[in-house]
């Protein structure tokens, strides 16, 4: 790998999984594994789709994905020439992520010699629908080849199928996969088209719920047969229209290939005129970060006004395609700081949730807006309440994350509010932000108890962001992110009484906002807060935390009776002693930086970092980011390279109890960039404007990037010795 | 089985553990369990000390067993006539429990004839260190015959060894076996002599821990050789003095062991003047509620002022040696009712272990006292965090009896109450019983919690009677519970101000009363109470269990994996289901009877019962007791003989994950009282006099016993037609 280029050099059928990942490509709209043109859903080909999801049965709701218009393969004497199934003689694959292009290139041998087959391919910026392939073959002899490519529906699912009706044909030279989801009735339209510079007739085949092209010529020897192919995905509640789809892909086909990809390098070029940060002097960092950037352009909803990014991107169906907190909290400032309208997008996706999680509260008996843990459409949360499975009897687990996780709610308060601080856009707060605001506020509020004639307030029974220790008390960070809401809440709507009394009036009569804030402001006050303790000043990170065993890391390790055990829930290995899944009270420093002195944030680093597995993805940034804070580039700068090739590194945590978790790591994706501007930049909101405070490593020389604040761009420069902002 | 006597007439080796308990004697101050004469640790042999403790190094504490002074068995050309090792050709065991005589007979064929042994044993219930054993040996040929016999200090430990020091000698004649405990270094000394009948000299030989006394002689074809032996058993902290030990044996063993047995019997006839029931005209009812009292007897702490009675009675080191809620809410009330003064002990226990609870309540970061769950002298919970092994992965699971079964505090209340309102003995309330009330009723203080702006008090995260659902919130029995306490400590402290405004004023300065009084008065209002619900009026065992997966018990047996596996705890099969280990809501309305209706109290019971897996020896008397009190005596009859048979029968329930939890069960033999007393008879006490209301399965006539209430005896018949209750 080296500045804009990932590649692999040779084939190791066991990667395919990690490169699925690793060589994704995406739109926001949709998400192409980086799999192989002759892979099918055992290799988890995924044509993943944003935003639909579908219930099979009594099986775990998740995203959907399309019938794949990418399926290609070539036969030589009723041979088939394809990865894994044949071992090549020389395979490449790369991604230029640059300009969003995937290739490979793949040579067999055949009886009479060599067979080479070469594709590349994109997923178009510029038409969301539009999927480009360059497919060619080649051979080192005349002989015959026989070339099939076409449409599979017969897709890879983890608790499908979802499709319950499946047309497959051909049209107007086009072919056409309409394929009916079994819960919604969610109409999946694939669509493809080929420009043929292959001498030979066309027939269509179908098979395996497949429909193929097939090519068969006599190849001479060193000729290139190529075709090349454009693919139009759509869908509909409603019902797509076949015939629509049949004429955009038609346009498509008359500007040509060529073209398409230029205008897809294009958008890219504007993504990228804002998104690059240059890092002087350490060209690993920098690629990883530019990588990371990548991942988090293809999987942002730049196409809807109101939809959000899933905790595993567009790279499948791991975690149900499902939107968590690790949006808000790791994924929301890259966009808010280069593209505000996509950062938009991502709060209003979850005011359409409100009436979600007004009703998941309910259910449990609280007021307000609990939001899911894992946000399907319309809030539905499609965590289970057994979201693990217990390798040992192959039972379900009984999990917390759905009904305890409560912190999720303020994560996207906090995010707002970034949101209206950086852009002054109170525009959202009328179109359900003051609503959502207020049913957050109204939420913590609900789950607060008091203890005999204490007048303190305190969160029980939760579970905080270190998930291996479920059912706390007064978890630090959530108590403290819910005296922030209190906090928003309440200098919002003092505020608004005082600048727009009529919408005060009107959130007045629904919601009682006279009586409510004095409410507000007495319990901000009376909030239980965990606070450092001792001489050491440790922060307790939840009510009896420090009676728990201490252990290391690799004494825990070594209690492990089965690799893929997992070590939080009731009888995990971790769950009685003091090690943790993730930053927790750190993630709490990193949120609130001026509640303590930098002195005893690091004795809290330095307590906790050792304890920590770091068995998240959500971790190391947080740990990156304190370190730079509390004047530590150097401890910072190998969390940061941890999360910024989160999804370069091959292996990694694949596994909660029996459960695949694989995928792309979009949280570490922007937890790496908030490292690099956050801390190594030192980029902060002061006096409302931006400020600067470089804590740069040793190895990096200076960093450069652009960011946009209240509409206006500035340039970025932070070297060892001198630091600037300047508008452009 | 018939009348006093129970009896088996073939060796079973694997009824070896079971009938340990069946047969097991005892006093109060010792039990000894149903073994032969020469068995040794691998057959469960337990001369189980009551109020003895240790802990081995990191293991759990558990009661002591001391040696085992009974040790006999012969030879006959080298070879041992045992059982299980040699199988016998007759074989018998029995007990009078109306004499607690335990006897045995076996024969065993030898090459020249059969060798038969027999021998009749008693744990006197007039010198509480005191066992008699008449040993006998017959042949029907003529040949050499060696008999041991003596002390056995290798003893059976569950979590020993406890002994660190042993000594065994022989003293004027007198075995001797001293040995001093690991932790708090008890001396708990074994003494045994020998009144022999045997024509023989007499060696002492040591071997394997033992101390033995080796007659070999020439027996004669069919005459009897008897050794008549007196044991001597004492223990203190102090250190025993071996000398006293010596000359009290000795003088024992001048009055003979006829004397010594005659004694024995006299003092069971005192008791069972008092307890026996008597049934009428159903023989197996009879049989099994007066061999439950004798159970009741045997380990009744008759000899002390403070002491109370384990979980698993005196039958060895089951649960610890631990005494349980199970005393208070099971086997209270027939010692209230029959010997008034064991309840006092039983009170007395409780209020010595004051300073225990309150150290626990703080240990948690309560106010007043949290009894132990399973405690042992001094208030100590030997109960563990993790009791119970995950038979899956060998690991300890946690468990939550320890931490959150705050209900037992309330059984010790209930049961004061009970004993000041039948005995009028307010002298209990100046020896502690005002501060166990206080600081009871302060517990439940500083548990309650109030949410949001509610003023209603919760009591969450709770485990109740059935503790295969754990961390609940309101769970309807801890909350009645609760609500009682601080009714009877308003009550009491009200009228304490007004009579003895001395003692008010005593306890005022350390608690003030004046203050504390209308704050409990608030808290008794205002304190929620699950309610019956719904068309079907069910009144929900906690927050939540309504919502649970609905299933009969025998498709949830289906799920089971590994036959010990635990139905409850974070994972088990129960825990997400409507299954319950135990009556709970049934529980609650057998301790508040007057709560509601007839009507509604039945809608519970069957709606509860199905769902109730009677996983515990508390469950079927509660059970039996509501049908009698909701007019349905024949669907209490089963449950009342499942009660009163619990020891009697084979089988049953001998391991919770992969912990042996065997024993006795003396809570169901309480309960089996407690049925045909305040069940079938229906007695209770009404304007401050007793009154029965009778409540008769078809097949019992009539029942007849006798019961002290205020210092005074009463006779009690109750028939279908008439009852009477007499003063005597």
């Not at 525009?427 to 789950?447: P, T, V």
């Not at 949120?591 to 930098?598: E, G, K, R, V």
Request: charged share 25%.
């Amino acid at each position: 790998m080296s500045g804009w280029l990932i590649a692999e050099d040779r084939f190791e059928e066991q990667d395919i999984a990690h490169l699925g990942n690793e060589y994704l490509s995406g739109n926001g709209f949709m998400g192409v594994r980086g799999t192989l043109d002759e892979y099918k859903k055992e290799q988890m080909v995924s044509i993943n789709l944003a935003g639909v999801y579908d219930k099979h049965e009594d099986k775990w709701r998740e995203s959907v994905n399309a019938p794949n218009p990418l399926y290609t393969f070539v036969m030589h004497q009723n041979e088939v020439y394809s990865v894994p199934d044949k071992e090549p003689v020389i395979h490449s694959q790369s991604l230029d992520f640059r300009n969003a292009i995937h290739k490979r290139v793949t040579t067999f041998r055949a009886k009479p010699g060599n067979i080479t087959i070469e594709s590349e391919r994109f997923v178009s910026m510029d038409n969301r629908h539009v999927i480009g392939l360059a497919f060619s073959v080649r051979t080192d002899f005349d002989g015959e080849i026989t070339l099939y490519t076409g449409i599979d529906s017969d897709v890879w699912d983890i608790n499908g199928p979802h499709f319950i009706n499946k047309q497959l044909y051909e049209k107007d030279g086009i072919l056409l996969a309409s394929c009916i989801t079994g819960e919604k009735k969610i109409n999946v339209v694939t669509a493809e088209g080929v420009l043929s510079k292959i001498p030979s007739d066309m027939e269509v085949v179908c098979r395996d719920d497949k429909i193929l092209r097939k090519f068969s010529f006599d190849a001479r020897a060193n000729q290139t047969y190529i075709i090349e192919k454009v693919a139009f995905i759509d869908w509909s509640e409603r019902g797509v229209s076949q015939t629509e789809c049949v004429n955009k892909l038609q346009k498509a086909l008359q500007l040509g290939y060529d073209e398409l990809k230029a205008r897809h390098i294009e958008a890219w070029d504007r993504i990228w005129d804002i998104s690059e940060v240059r890092i002087d002097g350490d060209d690993e960092a920098n690629m990883a970060l530019n990588y990371s950037i990548y991942h988090l352009n293809c999987i942002a909803p730049r196409f809807s006004e109101s939809m959000s990014i899933p905790a595993r991107g567009l790279s499948g169906q791991v975690y149900k395609g499902a939107i968590f907190w690790d949006t808000e909290m790791f994924m929301f400032d890259y966009f808010l700081y280069t593209q505000p309208k996509i950062a938009r997008t991502l709060i209003k996706y979850r005011i359409e949730t409100l009436d979600g999680a007004r009703k998941k509260a309910a259910s449990y008996g609280f007021k307000g807006a609990f939001f899911a843990w894992e946000s399907q459409e319309g809030g539905i949360d499609a965590c289970s309440d057994f979201n693990v499975t217990d390798v040992f009897t192959g039972r379900p687990m009984r999990t917390y994350f759905k009904d305890k996780q409560v912190h999720v709610t303020s994560a996207i308060v906090y995010a707002l509010k970034k949101y209206i601080k950086n852009t002054k856009d109170n525009q959202i707060l009328y179109e359900g932000g003051y609503e959502l605001l207020l049913e957050s506020a109204l939420f913590y509020k609900s789950i607060l108890v008091r203890r005999d004639e204490s007048e303190l307030y305190e969160i029980h029974d939760v579970v905080g962001p270190d998930e291996y220790h479920e059912r706390v008390n007064n978890n630090a960070y959530t108590n403290r992110m819910a005296r922030f809401v209190f906090d928003t809440a309440v200098e919002i709507f003092v505020k608004l009484r005082n600048t727009d009394p009529a919408e005060f009036g009107r959130l007045n009569q629904r919601y009682d906002l006279v009586n409510l804030i004095p409410k507000l402001e007495k319990i901000k006050g009376s909030l239980y807060l965990q606070k450092p303790s001792g001489e050491e000043q440790i922060i307790e990170q939840f009510d009896g935390y420090f009676k728990l065993e201490e252990v290391d890391i690799e004494t825990l390790r070594t209690r492990l009776l089965h690799e893929k055990e997992y070590w939080g829930g009731a009888l995990g290995v971790a769950t009685h002693t003091r090690i943790i899944k993730q930053a927790d009270v750190v993630t709490m420093l990193c949120m609130f930086p001026d509640d303590y002195s930098a002195e005893i944030m690091k004795k809290n680093w330095d307590f906790y970092e050792p304890r920590t597995e770091h068995g998240s993805s959500l971790s190391a940034c947080m740990y990156s980011l304190l370190a730079c804070r509390t004047g530590n580039p150097d401890a910072a700068y190998p969390f940061f390279l941890t999360s910024a090739k989160a999804d370069l590194k091959k292996g990694g945590k694949q596994w909660a109890g029996n459960i695949y978790i694989g995928g792309t790591h979009p949280a570490s994706a922007g937890g790496a960039w908030m490292v690099a501007v956050f801390g190594f930049a030192g980029l902060k909101v002061k006096n409302n404007g931006l400020a600067v405070e470089g804590s740069l490593p040793e190895n990096i020389k200076g960093i450069e990037f652009k960011v946009i604040f209240r509409n206006q761009l500035y340039l970025v420069r932070v070297g060892h010795d001198k630091s600037e902002i300047k508008k452009i």
